[in-house]
């Protein structure tokens, strides 16, 4: 398999979790979010670097934790992280090495990747320019105006909820990312950047274990998950 880049945006504030610790600086068992998601990635095979932007006041704590891995602190890098996510990984693609052919962009706060479902994501890539984990929307989903009145039902059979990783040929993912922050356009995927500058991308199926903490309550989902799943 061809290089492999992976960036893990870690700098966001945890509005919505509301606590005083960042989410993926928070522990699950003996270990930090960030470090359960890490460790998932690192043996995929052909991965050449892991890139993690984060908030200044992390960094000794991530350059600990890469040296805790047996893999080697060269693998990995840590930047600092925007105001955005999108901005943090803008940070982090500076530094996406000569080796990488494929870039991933995996959030810290998605624990329970599984590496078969990382792995089939890179051979997508591989094949169509880009890859995004997703599951089929259980909800039914409504479209809205301002004043909160429904003006129109998408049929779900076509509706996916997006996850991460979103794994791209490294030349798609820097076009899509120069070319909106020329526009200055910001969007709340990766995928829907290389969608603006009209890249192929494909929908691979995951998992809904590969959930997103964000609120409280996912945090109690990821301990149970945790206590079953060790
Ligand atoms: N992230 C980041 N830089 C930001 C904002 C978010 O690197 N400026 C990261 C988060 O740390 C997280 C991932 O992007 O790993 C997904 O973001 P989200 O779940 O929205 O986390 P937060 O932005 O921290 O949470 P909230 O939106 O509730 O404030
Ligand atoms: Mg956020």
């Keep these: 398999m061809s290089g492999l880049s992976v960036i893990i945006p870690a ?28 460790s998932r990635f690192l043996n995929v095979p052909g991965i050449v670097q892991v890139i993690i932007a984060t908030s200044e006041k992390y960094i000794p704590e991530i350059e600990a934790m890469s040296d805790s891995f047996s893999k080697g602190a060269d693998l990995f890098k840590v930047v600092k992280g925007g105001a955005e996510r999108q901005y943090s990984i803008y940070n982090a693609l500076e530094y996406v090495s000569g080796q990488a052919h494929l870039v991933a962009v995996h959030d810290a706060v998605r624990p329970f990747i599984r590496k078969e479902l ?48 979103q794994i791209f040929r490294k030349d798609l993912l820097l076009k899509a990312y120069q070319s909106a922050l020329e526009d200055e356009y910001i ?39 945790f206590g079953t799943d060790q």
Excluded at 11 to 38: C, N, Q, W, Y
Excluded at 192 to 202: D, M, N, T
């Design 11 to 38: 700098a966001g504030s945890g509005e919505r979790m509301g606590s005083e610790i960042p989410k993926p600086f928070i522990k699950v068992g003996d270990k930090t979010i960030l470090h359960h998601t890490v």
């Design 118 to 165: 990382i792995v089939e994501c890179c051979e997508v890539a591989e094949k169509v320019g880009g890859a995004v984990l997703g599951v089929p929307a259980k909800d039914t989903i409504k479209q809205v105006d301002n004043a909160r009145m429904i003006t129109s039902t998408p049929n779900r059979a076509f509706l996916w909820q997006a996850q991460t990783p």
């Design 187 to 225: 969007g709340t995927d990766d995928a829907s950047l290389v969608e603006r500058i009209g890249g192929k991308i494909q929908m691979v199926e995951g998992d809904r274990e590969n959930l997103k903490i964000t609120y409280p309550v996912d945090l109690k989902i990821a301990e149970l998950i």
